[in-house]
C-alpha cells in the first residue's frame, strides 16, 4: 500500500480564534474553515494514567487536529526521517497532522482532554500500528 511521503514540516501549530469576556473563554471550530478539512468524527481521550503513553501509530489517509482541550501533552511527530515534539497545553491551539506521520502522545498532566477532530470516521486499516512496517512503506521498501 502507497503511504502519503508528508513530512513533520507538512504538519502545523493552528491557533484558533478565541472569544474572551470575564466570564471566561469559547473557542468555535467550523468544519473546513478554521481546519482545513472537513470534520468527519470527533474523540477525546481523557482518564489517562500518568506515564501512560497513546497514540504510537501512523494513518493512510486520516488528516486530524488535535488540541489540549484541558491539561497539556507531548505529540511526538515522526515521518521516518525527522522527529519533532510539540507541547499542547492552551485550548485555542491545534496541532494539525496530515496523512503518513507516525505519532506518540506523551508526558499527559493530570486531567488532561485530548481533543480530536478527524477528516474521516473510525476504521482500522487506516492504521499503521507496527513502527518497523511504518519505516518500511515510507521508505518505498514494499
Ligand atoms: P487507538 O486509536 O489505538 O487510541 P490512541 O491512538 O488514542 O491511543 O484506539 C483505542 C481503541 O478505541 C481501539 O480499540 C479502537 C477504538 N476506537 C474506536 O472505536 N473509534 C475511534 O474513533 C477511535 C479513535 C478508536
Redesign the pocket.
Known amino acids: 500500500m502507497y503511504l502519503n511521503k508528508n513530512t513533520v514540516l507538512d504538519c502545523k501549530i493552528i491557533e484558533l480564534p478565541k472569544i474572551h469576556n470575564r466570564d471566561g473563554n469559547l473557542t468555535a471550530i467550523n468544519s473546513g474553515v478554521e481546519v482545513p478539512f472537513n470534520i468527519k468524527?470527533v474523540?477525546y481521550?481523557y482518564d489517562i494514567p500518568g506515564g501512560e503513553m497513546?497514540?504510537?501509530?501512523a494513518h493512510f489517509e486520516l488528516e486530524q487536529l488535535i488540541i489540549a482541550a484541558s491539561g497539556s501533552f507531548d505529540v511526538i511527530l515522526d515521518d521516518g526521517v525527522t522527529k519533532k515534539s510539540i507541547t499542547l497545553n492552551r485550548p485555542y491551539y491545534g496541532l494539525y497532522i496530515k496523512p503518513g506521520i507516525w505519532?506518540d502522545?506523551v508526558n499527559f498532566s493530570s486531567g488532561s482532554v485530548?481533543l480530536?477532530l478527524?477528516s474521516l470516521?473510525?476504521s482500522?486499516n487506516d492504521?499503521i500500528?507496527d513502527y518497523n512496517s511504518f519505516l518500511n512503506l515510507k521508505n518505498g521498501n514494499n
Do not use: T
Open positions: 468524527r474523540y481521550l497513546r497514540g504510537a501509530h505519532r502522545l485530548l480530536v478527524a470516521k473510525y482500522e492504521y500500528r
